[in-house]
């Protein structure tokens, strides 16, 4: 069975840190992964697209990477704001399957 | 504000009752997924439909069943639920199968 494991499961950060978010996932033959954010009750956003022929990718403050061979990814998060609280999820596509699979995510609060 | 829509955003339900949640998409995508999100469980992918062909989890209720009448519209129509069935329903749309999915706000669904 395909897995995502995220870890921090919750993580709490003064206003202005940098930070990191770990996604580890078990298929290696991934197609694609990708980063959301969620706020309480509502929607994700897709926040980052990673190709599986890509190493990382960047949307302002924020930065995933991508190493197939290890089986990890990690979303860099910049000068963290309030407004960045919210749950993110990572999730990928493997080549076998058409369909994301899903980590359980990490709750980031930033402490103004 | 996303491209995928879903009404109604909130529904109480009996366990005798029959819905549907709506959900529709203008982005101009190929494919169609309905997700199940409950408490403290990763997001689960109910059903997909990519040109029209429909691609289920095989652990999905029957008492759940998904409609496409076209490329741009998605049903979920509800019957005989359970309260274990209270859950946040998500649309998500791709251009295909493989590509980044783009997700509605959700259906918060409560059985009653």
């Known amino acids: 069975k395909q897995e995502v494991t995220q870890i921090p499961a919750a993580l709490s950060v003064p206003e202005g840190e940098n930070l990191v978010l770990n996604c580890s996932f078990t298929?290696?033959?991934?197609?694609?992964l990708q980063w959301f954010r969620q706020d309480p009750g509502k929607g994700l956003t897709s926040l980052l697209l990673?190709?599986?022929?890509?190493r990382e990718q960047t949307s302002g403050r924020l930065n995933a990477s991508l190493d197939k061979s290890s089986g990890r990814s990690t979303l860099y998060i910049a000068a963290s704001q309030p407004g960045d609280s919210a749950t993110y999820l990572c999730?990928?596509?493997?080549?076998?399957?058409?369909?994301?699979?899903f980590g359980s995510g990490t709750q980031l609060t930033v402490l103004p | 504000e996303t491209g995928v829509t879903q009404t109604p955003r909130h529904l109480v339900m009996g366990m005798t009752n029959k819905k549907s949640l709506k959900c529709e998409q203008h982005?101009?995508?190929?494919?169609m997924y309905w997700y199940k999100q409950s408490a403290k469980k990763p997001l689960e992918l109910m059903f997909v439909?990519?040109?029209?062909?429909?691609?289920e989890n095989n652990s999905v209720p029957s008492r759940f069943s998904p409609e496409c009448p076209n490329s741009s519209h998605l049903f979920l129509h509800l019957h005989t639920l359970q309260p274990e069935d209270s859950a946040l329903y998500l649309c998500?749309?791709?251009?295909?199968?493989?590509?980044?999915?783009?997700f509605g706000p959700g259906t918060r669904l409560t059985v009653l």
């Open positions: 982005l101009g995508h190929n494919a």
């Open positions: 998500a749309s791709s251009q295909a199968s493989y590509n980044e999915q783009f």
């Open positions: 999730a990928f596509t493997s080549g076998s399957a058409r369909q994301l699979t």
């Open positions: 298929d290696s033959a991934i197609y694609n």
């Open positions: 439909y990519s040109l029209e062909e429909r691609v």
């Open positions: 990673i190709q599986s022929s890509q």
